[in-house]
């Protein structure tokens, strides 16, 4: 079992940065990617950025060049840090893990909320 929590969330100023932290603790041998989605009320939840074991990322066009996903293993922690927000980065942000068994995140953390204001 895998268990996620999420910290760092908050209001900030449009242009303004954010970092997001997610604490992995559990049976984490087992998670072979880690990623960071987010969802504003209404809308499908979206993928902003994956990491792998090897290190490898992938970003959504829409955060690529401003948001940037790294993991610290020796603190089990995997890191969104977040530069010139946008309103439209607005969303609920989740941690979540794939495990080498699954072919889909199966482990989610609660959410963490970030604004951005005009």
């Known amino acids: 079992q895998v268990r996620l929590v999420e910290s760092g969330g908050g209001l900030v100023q449009a242009g303004g940065s954010l970092r997001l932290s997610c604490a992995v603790s559990?049976?984490?041998?087992?998670?072979?990617?880690m990623a960071w989605y987010r969802q504003d009320p209404g809308k499908q939840r979206e993928l902003v950025a994956t990491i792998n074991n090897g290190g490898s990322t992938y970003y959504a066009d829409s955060v690529k060049g401003r948001f940037t996903i790294s993991r610290e293993n020796a603190k089990n922690t995997v890191y969104l840090q977040m530069n010139s927000l946008k309103p439209e980065d607005t969303a609920v942000y989740y941690c979540?893990?794939?495990?080498?068994?699954?072919?889909?995140?199966?482990?989610w953390g609660q959410g963490t909320q970030v604004t951005v204001s005009s």
């Open positions: 559990g049976n984490t041998f087992s998670i072979a990617t």
């Open positions: 979540a893990a794939k495990t080498r068994s699954s072919i889909r995140f199966d482990c």
